[in-house]
């Protein structure tokens, strides 16, 4: 069995700061851990993903996660926000083998307001 | 870039009535899924679709919910008999590998 717990279901920054958004996972079996993005009236977008291999991994629009196994975390950051961040961010897992690699679960998502 | 498409965006309906929400998945990928979000929950896993049949489901995915492949192109999820608590996004994915899935924009039901 899997989980996924986000802190915070807000977060706020100004831009310019660093964004750092949290998820903690559960995982019996080695994780595929993903973070998405969905902005507004739009589909979940796959922002970066750890599969095998290198721990800190990069993804779109200067995002990176770093994969802790020891911690079970999988935390999202940016360096520097952008107004266009604002978005609702989700964290999810996945099983790293058979037949259930699509099969995600989700954290409750953090909504992320950035302000001027 | 191709994308996954839904439709419809938006659909009312009654407590009782049969709904099919349709997918138009990426046109090289052979992984299919469909996901919901009810209001203010997470986003939950229904079921998982590889080589013209189910290959899981969760315990959400009761015999009131069906999914299809029916021409080779779309991807359709069929409640048969709509309750209050099917009102959610529903998302569909597409998969070449089932390692990275792309969703669609959701398609939002409300059954009253």
């Known amino acids: 069995a899997q989980s996924v717990t986000q802190l915070g279901s807000h977060v706020s920054v100004s831009e310019g700061a660093l964004v750092l958004l949290r998820c903690n996972y559960s995982s019996s079996v080695p994780p595929y851990l993903f973070w998405y993005v969905q902005y507004p009236n739009q589909g979940l977008q796959l922002l970066l993903k750890?599969?095998?291999?290198?721990?800190l991994v990069k993804g779109i629009n200067g995002f990176e996660a770093e994969f802790k196994k020891s911690e079970t975390s999988f935390h999202l950051t940016k360096p520097s926000a952008h107004m266009s961040d604002a978005a609702e961010y989700f964290c999810?897992?996945?099983?790293?083998?058979?037949?259930?690699?699509?099969?995600?679960?989700f954290g409750q998502g953090t909504i992320l307001t950035v302000h001027p | 870039e191709p994308e996954v498409t839904q439709t419809p965006s938006h659909q009312v309906t009654q407590m009782g009535q049969e709904v099919i929400l349709r997918c138009v998945p990426i046109?090289?990928?052979?992984?299919f899924y469909w996901y919901r979000q009810i209001l203010g929950q997470k986003v939950e896993f229904l079921v998982s679709?590889?080589?013209?049949?189910?290959?899981?489901k969760s315990e959400i995915f009761d015999d009131q919910f069906s999914v299809e492949r029916p021409d080779g192109s779309n991807f359709t999820l069929k409640i048969r008999s709509t309750k209050l608590e099917d009102s959610a996004m529903y998302f569909c994915?597409?998969?070449?590998?089932?390692?990275?899935?792309?969703f669609g924009e959701g398609s939002r039901l409300t059954v009253l």
């Open positions: 679709f590889y080589n013209n049949e189910i290959s899981e």
């Open positions: 046109s090289n990928h052979l992984y």
């Open positions: 750890y599969t095998t291999g290198a721990t």
């Open positions: 999810a897992v996945s099983a790293a083998g058979g037949t259930s690699y699509g099969k995600l679960t």
């Open positions: 994915a597409s998969s070449e590998s089932a390692r990275e899935l792309f």
